[in-house]
Structure formats: structure tokens, C-alpha cells
């Protein structure tokens, strides 16, 4: 065991690195008989005072460092004093978790909380550590297993700065993220190391050894749907109140909290709610772009200045992104190809001026039917499935006859196409999805970017085929109930696309800026609720109709009917012009190719077609 001065020095270390995430306080605890040792950094959101300072001990036994917030824990204080005679001393939702563990449990802990939350607990008396993750995936949790060692962080960063931490990159994860655009869980870069999985908890004993437990599961709540009214309007006024609570617990601050508006359906609709119940100007914050074919600020303008809120914009140029683009690598820790994360910097940086908290409305799709794929999906079971493969192989070679961006830039001219954007990323993934031979099957393809033969050629020494990213009991046409295909695809992106891309995204941007994102519409009740419903209830004339009959309440229509943009940046653009450079080069990077196992002749002919292909 080290010397207790080098386990402070080293805890220290590895805690600071995340100083960006919580500039407000920084604590420790290095226990003097074991090598375990727990530190924090804080954002004050509850209790300002040091009463919610961390890391933070009960009764000599429990430790806890704890990342996110509890939004229920007033709920859970009025439990404990009712069934335990236990009064909570401070407004803090960290004691709240401990008051319960020691009373309940880990688990029927974390069953009770509502919220977004990854926290490590240290048994002092049973010498075990337990590491919990909420629901959705929300926060995240890194652990690092080897030889003995155990390393656990809210960033890589943090398990990196320890001396021991090996840095080797793993080929899975490599094949993972050509695959997919971004690392799914449990995957990691690096080896050694994995994300604890949403939902589950971690224990580990004092002899060493490792157990994960799940304790909610989004596949048993699609399998137990909700008994809701048979009445439509009852079951829209339950929607609209499950919302409502949803949003109310996420007001819960001792700081100001403002909103991020991108004047789609799902934003607009959680601005609108909170304006209305609110009794105050909302602060909201929208980053726009000249270029018209991807700006959607002047829309959350419109919406903005209806509504009444206090709102903020930013036009950023592309200069603006190319200076953000250097510190994607710092901030994600890991690859990450979904370009909006770079507006997602911004406009948490923007945000960040005024406000520490911020929601957002991420899970509106997967929730509610959103994403082209579903509506793809859904027409490939009805009608395209009973169409033979070879037909569908000729639609899918005829389709990559034409230019998805020439497409793009004529859809107005097209019926059939009008209704979508971003075409240059879509229609690739349409033909190859063409080629399924089952439901599971064409959304699996429609969600990824290459196929396997493309990937065996850029990774050789990886397994073939891949790993699938979606768990096997997501990939069982027997488990989809007939009328609840959405529900089966949202649920399946719930576990993989929105934990791995959308809450990774969301998490380390406002974290890079001291600034805490929510996410109103990721609340498990609510989420049981959405897997509940029909798929007739969701897509009908237009995609997500629940979302959208609350939205006509408060809002005229025609302020958000249009095309589905998504917070995008012409990147494939600028791949080609200001960073054609930059590709070019890394074809001829011997350090890169020495690091990543991927092979340099391939990446060099798939870049030069990328660079040769018309606009």
C-alpha cells in the first residue's frame, strides 16, 4: 500500500482534472487502513452551505461521493421521517441518499430516487463498495478492473491521471464506434475498462470481486405497459400531468434554471410548459448558424418572443466551430462522431453566463415515435417486408444512383422527400437497411453506418461480424407486442443510441461549462408511460402526436410545423473544404496508425472516395 501522503497527492490529482465540471468546492476521504479513497468535485445546485459538501459520511459506516440530483428527496425526507423517525438536518439530497441507504438499501435506494444520478458508496463495517447509475444513463460511470486495481470516475480524464491506468486502446470499441458514431456501453476505448451499465448496480467485496445487478430494466417496462384510460382525452391529460410533475421536480434549485430552446417540438414544449406554470420569465438560450439549410434560431425566436420568455441567441460562424473543434477530444475522452456536439458546446457555454442549470429536451424521440427510421421501420413491417429481397436490393442500388446532397438541396421538388432533412445521412443508411430480412433487422442497419465487409477491410484484427450494440433481448421479433413497434425501437434506443450519443453529448457539455443539464423528458414515469402507448397513437399524420396535441395548446401550429432539422452543422461540407487538409493528412499519420489498429491503405481509399464524391 502506498504511503497515506502519495494516496493524497494521487486522489488529488486525479479529482482536480474534473475542477471544469465543479469549480465550487473540492473535497476528499482517504481511509487510513485500505487503499480506498473517494473525492469530489463540486457544482453547488442545493444546499450552498458545506452541509452538502462531499464527500459525506453517515454515522462512521456509509461514504458517498455523488454525482446528479436527486429531483424526489423531499418526497424521500417526508418517507424517512413517517416510517423511520429520521429527520434530514440539511436541505441536501446527498444526506437524503445516505438517511435511505442506511435505512432501505442501496438498491430500493436507487429505486426510489427520481433523478439522474452516479454515486459511490464506501461500507465502512462490510469493507464494500457499491457503485449505482440511474435509469437512462444520464450521468456517467467509468470503471477501470485490473490486476486488483479498481479506478472509478465521472470522465476517463479522472482514471487516466492515475499512474497505473494502461492506455491501451481496445479493437472493439474502435469497431464499435466506426460501426455506430459513437462508444455504446459497455464498451470503453480503452481496455480494462467498461461504463457501469444504466440501471444496475456495481458491488464490490472486500475480497476483490465484482457483481452488477440491475435494479430497473427499460425491456421489463416495455413487457408490463401501463394500464391507461381507454379515453383518449384521459389518456392525453395524463400525459400532460405526468409531464408537468416531471418538469416541476426539475425546477427544484436553490440557483437559477433556464433552458435550452432549438424551436423544435420537443424544446418548444418544454418551454411552453414551464412558462405557463411558471409566474416568471424563463431564461432560454439558442445558438443559430448562417447558413439557412441547418439554422433553426429564427424559430426559437418566433417561439421565444410568444411565449414571453427571457431569451438569448448566439450566431456562431464557422470559425466558431473550427475553434471548438481542437477540444472535442479533451471534452469527450473518447471518439465521438455526432457533430452537434460541437453546437452543444456552444450553447452550454452560452448558457453558462447566466444561468447553472439548464434543461434540455432530449428523449422525445425515442419516447414518442420521433426519428425517420421509426417511420421506416414501421412501413418495412407493414408493407416493404412482404416485398422479395432481390426487388428491394434494385431499390436500394437505385437510390445510390443519386447524390444524397443533390437530393437534399432539391426535396422541395420531391413529395416523397419534403418532409425530411439532413438526407446526406439518411438515405445511405436507407439502402443499406433495404437488404433486412426481418423488422430488428432493417432498424438495426438504419442505425448504423457501415457494413460489415466495409469494416472488416478498415479493421482486419477485429471480430467479425461485430458484437451487436443492442441486447439480445432487443433483437427477439417475439418480444415486439403487434401494436407496439415504436415503443420495442425506442426502447432499444433508450438502452444504446440516447445513453451512448445523446446523454454523452449532453452530459460532458455542460459539464465542461459548470453548467448542470436536466432532462424533463427521460423521467421514468414518464418514460413508462411512453412505452406504454400505441403505435397508432404516436405516428399519424406527423410523428410524436402525443408531444404535439399538448404543444397545439400552447402554441398556434404553424410555429412548429416543419421539416425535422436536429441541432446539426454542415460538417460534411466543411469535411471537404476548410478540413480537407486535416483528412488528408491523417491518411499519412504513421503515430496514429502505430496507436489505432486500423488499416492505413483502407482509410486512405475510404477518405479519398469521401473527398472525390460529388456535392
Known amino acids: 500500500m502506498s504511503s497515506f501522503a502519495e494516496r493524497v497527492e494521487r486522489l488529488g490529482r486525479m479529482r482536480d482534472v474534473l475542477a471544469h465540471g465543479g469549480p465550487d468546492g473540492a473535497g476528499a476521504y482517504v481511509a487510513q487502513d485500505t487503499d480506498l479513497a473517494l473525492g469530489h468535485r463540486r457544482l453547488s445546485i442545493l444546499e450552498l452551505s458545506e452541509l452538502g459538501a462531499q464527500p459525506m459520511q453517515w454515522a462512521g459506516r456509509w461514504w458517498i461521493t455523488f454525482n446528479g440530483e436527486i429531483y424526489n428527496f423531499r418526497e424521500i425526507q417526508a418517507r ?10 440539511s436541505g441536501s439530497d446527498t444526506q437524503t441518499i445516505l ?12 429505486r426510489m430516487c427520481r433523478g439522474m444520478f452516479a454515486f459511490v458508496l464506501w461500507d465502512a463495517q462490510e469493507r464494500e463498495v457499491y457503485l449505482v447509475r440511474d435509469r437512462i444513463g444520464v450521468k456517467p460511470l467509468y470503471l477501470y478492473e485490473r490486476d486488483g486495481l479498481f479506478l ?22 474502435v469497431q464499435q464506434f466506426l460501426r455506430l458514431g459513437y462508444v455504446p456501453a459497455a464498451f470503453c476505448i480503452y481496455e480494462h475498462t467498461t461504463k457501469v451499465p444504466a440501471g444496475h448496480v456495481c458491488r464490490i467485496n472486500s475480497e476483490g470481486q465484482k457483481t452488477l445487478k440491475p435494479y430497473w430494466s427499460a425491456f421489463e417496462v416495455y413487457q408490463q405497459p401501463l394500464a391507461l384510460p381507454d379515453d383518449a382525452q384521459e389518456r392525453q391529460a395524463l400525459l400532460e400531468s405526468t409531464l408537468t410533475e416531471s418538469l416541476r421536480l426539475r425546477m427544484v434549485a436553490d440557483v437559477e434554471v433556464g433552458a435550452f430552446l432549438s424551436g423544435g417540438v420537443d424544446s418548444s414544449l418544454v418551454v411552453a410548459c414551464l412558462q405557463k406554470n411558471l409566474g416568471q420569465r424563463l431564461r432560454t438560450f439558442t445558438i443559430g448558424v448562417q447558413d439557412e439549410q441547418y439554422n433553426e434560431a429564427q424559430h426559437a425566436r418566433r417561439i421565444a418572443d410568444y ?8 450566431y ?8 471548438v473543434l481542437p477540444s472535442l477530444p479533451m471534452v469527450y475522452d473518447e471518439p465521438f462522431g455526432d457533430s452537434s456536439a460541437i453546437p452543444t458546446l456552444l450553447v452550454a457555454q452560452l448558457a453558462a453566463q447566466d444561468v447553472k442549470v439548464s434543461l434540455s429536451a432530449d428523449g422525445g424521440d425515442e419516447l414518442f415515435g420521433g426519428y425517420t427510421k421509426y417511420e421506416a421501420t414501421l412501413s418495412f413491417q407493414r408493407r416493404l ?6 426487388l428491394r436490393r434494385l431499390g436500394g442500388f437505385m437510390l445510390s444512383l443519386f447524390s444524397p446532397q443533390w437530393l437534399e438541396r432539391n426535396a422541395r421538388f420531391l413529395p416523397i422527400l419534403s418532409r425530411y432533412k439532413n438526407l446526406g445521412n439518411k438515405l445511405p443508411k436507407l439502402q443499406r437497411a433495404l437488404r433486412a430480412h426481418d423488422a430488428i433487422d432493417f432498424f438495426r442497419l438504419s442505425s448504423t453506418y457501415l457494413d460489415n465487409a466495409t469494416l472488416a477491410a478498415l479493421l482486419p484484427t477485429a471480430p467479425q461480424p461485430a458484437p451487436d450494440f443492442l441486447p439480445a433481448e432487443w433483437l427477439n421479433l417475439e418480444n415486439i407486442a403487434p401494436d407496439r413497434l415504436l415503443a420495442f425501437l425506442g426502447g432499444s434506443d433508450i438502452v444504446s443510441y440516447l445513453e451512448g450519443d445523446i446523454m454523452t453529448k449532453v452530459d460532458r457539455a455542460t459539464m465542461r461549462h459548470a453548467l448542470e443539464g436536466r432532462e424533463p423528458l427521460l423521467d421514468h414515469e414518464l418514460l413508462a408511460l411512453a412505452l406504454s402507448l400505441k403505435d397508432r397513437e404516436k405516428i399519424d399524420a406527423q410523428t410524436k402526436m402525443p408531444l404535439r396535441r399538448l404543444l397545439y395548446s400552447l402554441l398556434p401550429a404553424e410555429m412548429i410545423e416543419r421539416p425535422k432539422q436536429g441541432f446539426a452543422i454542415p460538417i460534411e461540407q466543411w469535411l471537404r473544404t476548410r478540413l480537407r487538409g486535416d483528412l488528408e493528412e491523417l491518411c499519412e499519420d504513421k503515430a496514429f496508425f502505430d496507436k489505432i489498429p486500423l488499416a492505413q491503405n483502407a482509410v486512405r481509399q475510404l477518405i479519398s472516395e469521401f473527398l472525390q464524391r460529388p456535392n
Do not use: N
Request: hydrophobic share 40%; aromatic share 6%; with cysteine.
Open 99 to 110: 438517511e435511505a441507504v442506511a435505512a432501505w438499501g442501496v438498491e430500493a435506494t436507487a
Open 80 to 89: 424517512l421521517a413517517a416510517e423511520k423517525g429520521i429527520a434530514c438536518t
Open 385 to 390: 417486408s412482404r416485398m422479395p429481397r432481390s
Open 307 to 314: 411565449l414571453g420568455t427571457q431569451h438569448t441567441e448566439l
Open 152 to 173: 472509478w470516475g465521472s470522465e476517463l480524464k479522472a482514471l487516466c491521471a492515475h499512474e497505473a491506468f494502461e492506455r491501451r486502446v481496445s479493437v472493439g470499441a
Open 316 to 323: 456562431c460562424t464557422e470559425e466558431d466551430f473550427a475553434r
